[in-house]
């Protein structure tokens, strides 16, 4: 199974509303890059069930997204904040261009 990294991000955005479990388990794959076999053994389940506990996972944090629509968001918001950062460097006046500097990183640190 090919790990797709969009779930790192759903997953920080609605991990909250995950069992302790599936977060758990969630984290160890996908942020801790750990295999289906070093997840189950210490779990006391099977590979299969690490699978299909991450695939039923998967399929929850999707339909959060669909219906919510955070990540998006979040997504989108980085980008602008990026974008204006990067106007902020084609300013001469080096007093405005820091304070843009300044609350744009504040902008990205809420998100």
């Given amino acids: ?3 797709d990294l969009k ?3 759903l997953l920080d955005c609605y991990g909250d509303l995950l069992t ?3 977060r758990n ?13 070093e997840i189950s053994v210490p779990l006391g389940i099977t590979r299969q069930a690490v699978m ?7 399929g929850i944090l ?3 997204e669909d219906k919510l629509g955070f990540a998006l968001r979040l997504e989108k918001l980085r980008e602008c904040f990026g974008n ?3 106007y902020a460097e084609k300013i001469n006046d ?5 304070l843009i500097h300044r609350e744009t990183g504040r902008g990205m640190e809420l998100i």
């Fill in 20 to 22: 302790g479990h599936q």
């Fill in 84 to 86: 204006i950062a990067a």
């Fill in 94 to 98: 080096k007093k405005l261009r820091d």
């Fill in 7 to 9: 779930f790192v991000m």
């Fill in 62 to 64: 999707q339909d959060y």
């Fill in 1 to 3: 199974m090919a790990k």
């Fill in 52 to 58: 299909s506990l991450i695939r039923r996972t998967e």
């Fill in 25 to 37: 388990v969630m984290e160890l794959y996908y942020c801790e890059d750990l295999s289906l076999a």
